[in-house]
């Protein structure tokens, strides 16, 4: 009897120790900027605040110049940014953000693609902004969970890093993703290789015919003429090989997909396909996991 007495009891506390868990109260971070993050404070350094997202498992990081102030869950709040003399310090500008910060939280951005081909007339950096820019469109598309960082901000943010075509290849994924201040980065090389030429014509003869009324001794005589024409038309295709390497990384270096496919078709946009083919196969397509 007092076993079975000793178990409701240990029921009833369980039951009790789960309904107070549930009902806690979350902690929420205010940054300096008026954002709120509502989740779990998990850690306080000297120099970070680590927090966690309800529902997740790992933790971001904010700077304590980033945050104003964190209203536990408790009930308890504590204030950063603020001086001994009593004034609001300032906030200095950062050239890169922190792996796993919130503020980059399911951020994407497309990086230039190196461009590469045996074609003189195309010009690889023009050619690299717009398969960038088509891989973007294409991104905005499918990762519907993901924010997409428009190109232009992307370039802008490499271009005032002195990041170029030249010498982008000596920094990290993660290096990257940090200085954009996104979670994810996209890398990707195009080669297209001119095959040469075809050429297909055909030819047609067009004949018109004319009629000649005669009189010869009051008989009416009819008698038919016509002329031929030839015309040769002719149609020039150029042939085109290509190759698209395809990668994606989170801000920690992690490879999260990479692939190369030489995609079918001959024409210079037949890049597009093989680039789709990629992108809905990836963590975040709606084919990841399928061949």
Do not use: C
């Amino acid at each position: 009897m007092k076993q079975v007495i000793r178990l409701f009891l240990g029921l009833i506390l369980f039951f009790l120790s789960t309904q107070l868990f549930s009902q806690a109260k979350n902690d929420i971070v205010v940054l300096a900027n008026g954002e709120r993050k509502e989740g779990k404070v998990t850690g306080i350094t000297d120099s970070q605040v680590k927090f966690r997202y309800v529902g997740e498992e790992f933790d971001y990081e904010f700077s304590k110049s980033d945050v104003a102030k964190i209203e536990f869950g408790s009930g308890r709040v504590e204030t950063f940014g603020t001086s001994a003399a009593g004034g609001t310090s300032s906030i200095s500008p950062k050239s890169a953000t922190p792996a796993g910060s919130p503020d980059t939280h399911n951020k994407v951005a497309v990086l230039p693609f190196e461009f590469v081909s045996n074609d003189g007339g195309m010009d690889p950096e023009a050619m690299s902004k717009m398969v960038q820019n088509n891989t973007a469109n294409l991104v905005r598309d499918e990762y519907r969970t993901l924010t997409l960082q428009d190109p232009l901000t992307t370039n802008a943010i490499l271009g005032k890093n002195n990041i170029n075509h030249s010498n982008i290849s000596s920094n990290t994924p993660d290096e990257l993703a940090k200085i954009l201040g996104v979670e994810f980065v996209i890398f990707g090389t195009l080669s297209i290789t001119n095959k040469g030429a075809s050429t297909y014509g055909g030819t047609g003869t067009t004949y018109k015919e004319k009629e000649t009324d005669t009189y010869n001794n009051n008989k009416n005589t009819s008698s038919t003429k016509g002329s031929g024409y030839t015309s040769t038309s002719s149609t020039t295709t150029i042939n085109y090989d290509t190759m698209v390497d395809f990668r994606m990384f989170n801000d920690r270096g992690d490879n999260l997909y990479s692939e190369s496919r030489h995609v079918f078709g001959t024409t210079i946009d037949s890049y597009k396909g093989g680039m789709e083919y990629m992108i809905r196969r990836t963590p975040f397509g709606s084919k990841y996991g399928k061949k």
